[in-house]
């Protein structure tokens, strides 16, 4: 602290631009996609002040137009991850005894400036690198970004203004200490906003860090990058590096020095790093700090009552927005007998209204690319196995091409069995799988939704009956973190909703809110007697 309490700005989620035709912002990211897509780019890592290069890169190519090149990467050797976790530690004492207030300067900066001049280059670079319409790139790597940034320097400064209370000639503070060590922070291609967020969010609060950002996220993760340096972000405090994910952990985990680790990503990969942690924990200097948010197989449930257009439209958004690559998009439906064929009836032709999937340039597409060939298989793989199989009916889409791009058409399959594979596994695409059960078995529906799926991210009810929801809102209190009522189960924003699940999808710990950021600190409680005894003697010892 400095030499007063400073009240920071009050935080206010960031106005969704429009982008209709003829408005300015439409006009401006256009021109930096073209710019960004018919150039190409040098991407280094960001290890202390150097800008490193290797002999080693790999090309990077828009999931939507996979045989063009807009830039290359290159690719972290074990030395490059020593020389980072160095520079993360040589920089922690500067920048942990910062006072807080210049920290919060530089993120509030850095917000202002995604809100302004940075605004068409991270959007038209998350269209390139991930496949987002202009849309869909505006609510995260816009927006979203935003809004973390503002709303965790508010969080920081009401954490530090929580004190204890003093008793008579004693004064309780708590300081919140950055942890001891660094902080690594492995973030996912699907969003811009995570992957800013995670190491963002332990630096806020003193921290340092190292960031591997997904292969897939990099042409927009250079932005990141160059957003926080024009802010001020020291050197050394978020150190960047790219490559081979088991090299890269392998060599972070074995640090004595590792305190913390932010992930966004596979439940797989997860529990493969909690278990390596827990494996490596006798070498550590501290008990690290674990935050994961996983995997999702989320749910919508209609009740009976549940208007039909309302249902239909809550699966086409959660379903297929950004092709079905949200962790909380819309994988498995329940639909009562009474009213399913007016329901996919509706589905159905909303889906014929789009465009065949294309490229976000094209902004009057609604669905673009996956992000990678190896998902476009594995997509794929199921959609012809639901085309065999007895117990299940693809009534929408089912049909793929990666010519191109990897497109796969929005698809929706029918099933008899409520346990049917693509009830249970997660896809992470365009592709919805829909069990109809009779309306008289609405309660017991609502114990297989709670008991199908490992996962408990998001899910959504539908109904006009208020019985109905109080009833599925203590059935379904375990399977899902974040749970909508009479909407889709997708779009939590910072600072309204905090987002995080529990079971096999994360530990919980709600980004967008203070607890996530209090699991960066290590708090100090410092006791101060003003008038010190001089004699050991209690009163009842006479």
Known sequence: MGKGFFQVPTAINEPIKSYAPGSPERAEVLQQYSTYFNSTVDIPMYIGSKEVKTNNTKPLSPPHDHKHIVGQYHVAEKKHVD???????????????????????????????????????????????????????????????????????????????????????????????????????????????????????????????????????????????????????????????????????????SSPDFAGLHFTGSTFIFKELWKQIGNNIHSYKTYPKIVGETGGKDFIVAHPSAKPAQVATAIVRGAFEFQGQKCSAASRVYLPKSTSKEILDLVKKDIASFNKPGSPEDMSNFITAVIHEGSFDKLAKYIDQAKQDKDATIIAGGTYDKSKGYFIDPTVIVTTDPKYTTMETELFGPVVTIYVYDDKDWSKTLKLVDNTSEYALTGAVLSTDRYAIEEATKALENCAGNFYINDKPTGAVVGQQPFGGARASGTNDKAGSPQNLLRWVSPRLIKETFVTPENYRYPFLG
Not at 112 to 139: F, V
Not at 145 to 152: E, T, W
Not at 163 to 181: K, M
Not at 218 to 236: Q, T, Y
Request: proline share 5%; glycine share 4%.
């Open 83 to 253: 020389n980072a976790i160095a520079n993360a530690l040589d920089s922690r004492q500067d920048w942990a005894n910062l006072s807080w207030e210049q920290r919060a300067a530089i993120f509030l900066k850095a917000a202002d400036l995604i809100a302004g001049p940075y605004r068409a280059k991270i959007n038209a670079a998350t269209m390139i690198a991930q496949s987002k319409t202009i849309h869909q790139a505006e609510i995260d790597a816009a927006c979203e970004f935003i809004d973390f940034l503002r709303f965790n320097v508010e969080f920081m400064s009401q954490i530090y203004t929580e004190q204890p209370e003093s008793a008579e000639g004693i004064w309780n503070r708590v300081e919140y200490r950055p942890l001891e060590g660094f902080i690594y922070a492995v973030t996912p291609f699907n969003f811009t906003a995570i992957a800013g967020n995670l190491p963002a969010s332990a630096a806020m609060m003193g921290n340092v860090v190292v960031w591997k950002p997904s292969d897939s996220q990099i042409f927009s993760a250079k932005v990141i990058v160059d957003i926080f340096k024009e802010a001020g972000l020291p050197d050394g405090v978020i150190n960047v590096v790219y490559g081979d994910p088991v090299m890269v952990t392998d060599t972070v985990l």
